[in-house]
């Protein structure tokens, strides 16, 4: 599999999803772990059974402490009013998980919940998706076309959060770990560039009526080809098990080191309005 060398920069135009993906199918991706360490993780993608030309496909962008924060959120948010006062609510029912991101002031835009951002291999399949998105100062800083990107992916944002999954391979914790680890490893450089991508250990999640997992990537990015591409990354995500057995997950991804990046308080307050769609 193979991703382009310039991350979060450049897309196609994107389109909405369509029918449902007539089969299921275990993605495997391959991340970095650790230093200098390279592991197979997979993850229960199935959305990334969707053909970007049949039913269309958009693109989008811890160590001990931040885990702790992250564990011992503050609140137990519900219900379709924002969290935060004068903050955006985005849903995605399919995946069962709502959220909050600040105001458009703030320079977030919250997506179609049926537009979907991906990654894709070299023969243009999505191998990483999320829908029910929003995006953090898209725009603000392009560099060169990502031809691996579709939709939102590419358009020079700072962060992006997400849903995604829906198969029932492997734990929630190898889940949770495994979108944290592959999300980073493809949105900062893939397969052709490879980032050094460290991925926490899997913590346990209770909010919002979900109890599931969290896990924290830091990626190193090793192909900087402009200014416009960070040095570094974090990715969080958060992995749910529904009655019928599927995993489903929330993935919030952003540079670092660059200005107006979204701050690691900025990002797990957002985390801390994160809740079930059933609540």
Known sequence: MSWSNTPQHGA?????????PSRRKKTTLVAAVGVGMVL???????????????????KP??????????????????GKEPVVKGWQTQTREKHHFRYDVPP?????????QDTSLSYTDKGGKPIVVMNGAATYREGGCA????PKAFGEAGKGQLATVGTTG???????????????????????????KKPKVTVSQAKPWKQGGIEGYTATAKVK??????????????VHSIAQKLPDG???GWVIYGDQGVPNALSEAEMKKIMSTVRSTDG
């Open 12 to 20: 196609r135009p994107g389109r909405t999803d369509g029918p449902a």
């Open 40 to 58: 197979a993780l997979s993850g229960c993608n199935e959305d990334t059974d969707t053909d970007p030309d049949a039913a269309g496909s958009k």
């Open 61 to 78: 962008s811890a160590g001990a402490s931040a885990e702790k924060s992250q564990s011992a959120a503050p609140s137990s948010p519900s």
């Open 104 to 112: 458009k002031a703030k320079k977030w835009k919250v997506l179609d």
């Open 143 to 146: 560099s060169a076309p990502n």
């Open 166 to 192: 829906g198969g029932k391979e492997g734990s929630l914790q190898e889940n949770a770990r495994n979108w944290a680890g592959n999300w980073g490893f493809a949105a900062y450089g893939g397969e052709e």
């Open 221 to 234: 990015v090793t192909n900087r080809p402009s200014k416009c591409v960070p040095a570094t990354a974090v």
């Open 246 to 248: 599927t995993m489903h």
